[in-house]
């Protein structure tokens, strides 16, 4: 099925929506919920605005497909034109949000997911989805509270890479993720390696992966635009 | 504290600022008039405005004028000019002269989100969006400015993802009250962020360009992150959506890559997914960014490529590379050099 099917953007138009649920899960950074009423592939992103008329901005959908609520994922930005009005609504409040789009599929194939702190919400929802076998995640955040349900992931065992750049802990890598890639012997080249944060992170990851010898056909990225 | 620019403003903006300064109301065509007619250097030599006036304005505006830092020159003749955007940014912006046509490619952000695997301006990652007086400003102050025939926004950044301060530059270039410029010699390049094409389409004349590159979708998406957001198939049918007469003009940019979009195959796909849309197809030469593991189509396969695309009916170009030398060709501008942000994860 092509990406059309999902994307139409008469399917942009913005439905109010009724939270159901908002927490602060680490300083900053919250997670917002409301009844599911519609159907997603992992990896899709909603458009979101406090009101219809309103610039919306897109977040990956956090939560599985078979999951009651969707969740989505943000950090305040202090001064943004949606986050601070976003981290206050209450249960009973309405925002309003597109239907899913976008083609950032999660896949049951094996896969290399790389994400830097609030990136992680498209592989959430591919974990919560039941796209568990044969993955690798490697997460990146500033400090110990940055590796948002990190207890859910922790069944990966040695494959979840929790790159910390600011702090110290126990199983904790010490340093950017490129720093972690660079210093790999061996990086799997026969799946593909998925990432979601900001331009600098995809851009810079990439840039690893591929000094690394993985082919850039094997790259897929979703930049925070 | 920085006062606001005068430079930049629209003339409704100028209307509302008057009229909350208790300024006559013409008063805002004749800062207009100054601005982007007589390009006055100093407010207080806008001589027609009472001194009362004019002291109330520097009072609480700046003009906004920025000089350019640094000019390079290519052994072709084209210029590429760095302009300070505040502390510590700069963008590009270069001048291209031909025999007939003199272009400016402008920039509208400082570095880019969008993270294109070709392009050296995405490696720096995203500074700032330019304000529509910074963006004008690179054509204010353009040595040659009076020779101008055609502006390009392929410069810097991604112009969709500054709507507002871009389509209020537009205004500026294009207004009667503004440069006058007619919209058919200003493009706007765009990766395909759809609902600004759309917002595009409905409200500036200009000239529009997509950056296409491929015409298979999970090809581009290796290409340009943006796929993952809006498809191809959603920018093209966006594009179809509208009639956009014989005045105006859609054309796609096609950087060519060895063995990656040069085929035959692409040929025949670009064939059927243009199908219904009048527009042309420019083939860029790809220059060559550090690390990259793309590698850019031979002349002969380009001319090849041309050639069978115009058979089938799409006209198509090959654009000539110019100020390669001074990285000042397509997909070459950076200031990644004079960035001095830290990036932690």
Request: net charge neutral; glycine share 6%.
């Amino acid at each position: 099925m092509t990406s059309l099917d999902f994307t139409g953007t008469k399917k942009l138009t913005l439905n109010p929506v009724s939270i159901t649920g908002r927490v602060e899960i680490a300083p900053s950074v919250f997670l917002i919920s409301f009844r599911r009423d519609f159907s997603f592939i992992p990896g899709q992103v909603l458009a979101l605005a406090m009101q219809p008329t309103d610039q919306y901005r897109f977040y990956s959908i956090a939560s599985g497909m078979q999951d009651p609520e969707v969740k989505l994922l943000f950090d305040l930005k202090p001064g943004g034109q949606l986050t601070p009005a976003l981290a206050a609504v209450n249960p009973g409040d309405i925002i309003y949000t597109s239907m899913p789009t976008g083609n950032f599929y999660g896949t049951a194939k094996p896969a290399v997911w790389i994400a830097a702190g609030t990136g992680i919400a498209p592989f959430l929802s591919m974990w919560r989805s039941g796209l568990k076998r044969d993955k690798i995640l490697v997460h990146s955040g500033r400090f110990l509270h940055s590796f948002y349900f990190e207890e859910e992931f922790k069944s990966l065992e040695n494959n979840y890479i929790r790159c910390c750049t600011r702090e110290s802990g126990d199983g904790l890598y010490f340093g950017r993720i490129n720093k972690w890639i660079e210093e790999q012997k061996r990086l799997p080249n026969d799946r593909r390696y998925f990432l979601c944060g900001s331009a600098e992170m995809v851009v810079d990851t990439r840039d690893a992966l591929i000094e690394k010898g993985i082919s850039y056909e094997n790259i897929i990225a979703e930049i925070y635009f | 504290m920085n006062k606001p620019s005068l430079f930049g403003t629209t003339l409704s903006e100028l209307q509302e600022i008057v009229a909350e300064i208790g300024m006559p109301k013409f008063t805002a065509r004749q800062i207009a008039n100054w601005l982007y007619k007589k390009d006055v250097a100093a407010i207080a030599d806008m001589t027609d405005i009472s001194a009362e006036n004019r002291r109330i304005l520097e009072e609480k505006f700046d003009l906004g004028l920025v000089q350019h830092s640094k000019v390079q020159v290519s052994v072709d003749g084209t210029k590429k000019y760095l302009f300070p955007v505040g502390a510590l940014k700069f963008i590009e912006a270069a001048y291209i002269p031909e025999q007939t046509r003199k272009t400016l490619c402008v920039s509208s952000q400082v570095g880019c989100k969008m993270g294109c695997l070709f392009c050296m301006t995405g490696k720096q990652g995203f500074q700032a969006n330019l304000s529509a007086g910074q963006i004008v400003n690179q054509v204010r102050n353009l040595p040659e400015k009076d020779q101008l025939t055609n502006l390009v926004y392929m410069g810097m950044g991604e112009p969709f993802d500054n709507m507002e301060e871009v389509m209020k530059s537009l205004e500026i270039f294009t207004s009667e009250w503004g440069y006058g410029w007619s919209p058919k010699r200003i493009t706007v390049s765009t990766i395909g962020i759809v609902p600004a094409i759309k917002r595009f389409l409905d409200e500036s004349q200009c000239h529009l360009a997509v950056s296409l590159h491929t015409p298979f979708e999970d090809e581009r998406k290796m290409l340009m992150p943006i796929q993952t957001v809006f498809s191809l198939s959603e920018v093209l049918e966006t594009i179809r959506s509208y009639d956009l007469g014989r005045q105006r003009r859609v054309s796609f940019e096609y950087i060519m890559f060895k063995d990656l979009n040069d085929t035959p195959r692409h040929v025949k796909e670009l064939a059927r997914i243009l199908n219904g849309i009048r527009c042309r197809i420019n083939l860029i030469r790809f220059h060559p960014i550090p690390n990259t593991p793309l590698k850019g189509s031979d002349d002969a396969a380009i001319e090849q490529f041309m050639v069978a695309l115009n058979n089938k009916g799409i006209r198509t170009t090959i654009r000539v590379s110019r100020g390669q030398d001074i990285y000042a060709a397509c997909g070459l501008l950076s200031t990644k050099e004079l960035v001095k942000k830290p990036v932690d994860d």
